[in-house]
């Protein structure tokens, strides 16, 4: 995980959570598995896990690095991570850092760090394969 690994080498303490409840996540979507509605399903269920995670810990406010990609819907992600926020009694720090997406890009390739080319969900992943012309898919034999 990059975040890990990344985290170790700057020497930065962090607390994060790389599960994912696939079962769950499917179950949530299984009669409607298209955006914007699988990524609502997705943000509530990381948000409300990481307002949990930081209530826990006695933290008095969380984040997400969704806020990094271009790809996001930001105001979703805002409106989640507030109303999760009141719910577990935390608050949640909203910042934009598209600014910085393509600096970030840079900076994680000369460092080594992994970075995927879909969000995360499974439904992503199948997306990015079907939107792809035949010339630029790579077959390994």
Same mark, same amino acid.
């Given at each position: 995980?990059? !975040? *890990?690994?990344?985290?170790?080498? $700057?020497? !930065?303490?962090?607390?994060?959570?790389?599960?994912?409840?696939?079962?769950?996540?499917?179950?949530?979507? #299984?009669?409607?598995?298209?955006?914007?509605?699988r990524?609502?399903?997705c943000? %509530?269920m990381? !948000?409300?896990?990481? #307002?949990?995670? #930081?209530a826990?810990?006695g933290?008095k406010?969380? %984040?997400? %690095?969704? %806020? $990094?990609s271009?790809?996001?819907?930001?105001?979703?992600? @805002?409106?989640?991570?507030?109303?999760? #926020?009141?719910?577990? @009694? $935390?608050?949640?720090?909203y910042?934009?850092? @598209?600014?910085?997406?393509?600096q970030?890009?840079? *900076?994680? @390739?000369?460092?080594? !760090?992994?970075?995927?080319?879909?969000?995360?969900? $499974?439904?992503?992943?199948?997306?990015?394969?079907?939107?792809?012309?035949p010339?630029?898919i790579?077959?390994?034999?």
């Amino acid at each position: 995980m990059s !975040l *890990k690994k990344y985290s170790e080498m $700057v020497g !930065l303490k962090i607390i994060y959570d790389d599960s994912y409840d696939l079962e769950e996540f499917l179950k949530r979507i #299984a009669d409607n598995p298209v955006e914007p509605y699988r990524c609502f399903e997705c943000y %509530t269920m990381r !948000l409300n896990r990481a #307002a949990q995670r #930081a209530a826990e810990n006695g933290f008095k406010e969380f %984040t997400t %690095t969704l %806020t $990094v990609s271009i790809y996001q819907d930001h105001n979703l992600i @805002r409106d989640i991570g507030e109303e999760v #926020a009141k719910k577990h @009694r $935390v608050s949640f720090v909203y910042f934009d850092f @598209r600014d910085g997406y393509r600096q970030g890009h840079n *900076k994680a @390739r000369e460092m080594g !760090l992994y970075m995927q080319q879909y969000c995360g969900c $499974v439904y992503s992943e199948r997306d990015r394969f079907i939107d792809m012309k035949p010339e630029k898919i790579v077959r390994k034999y």
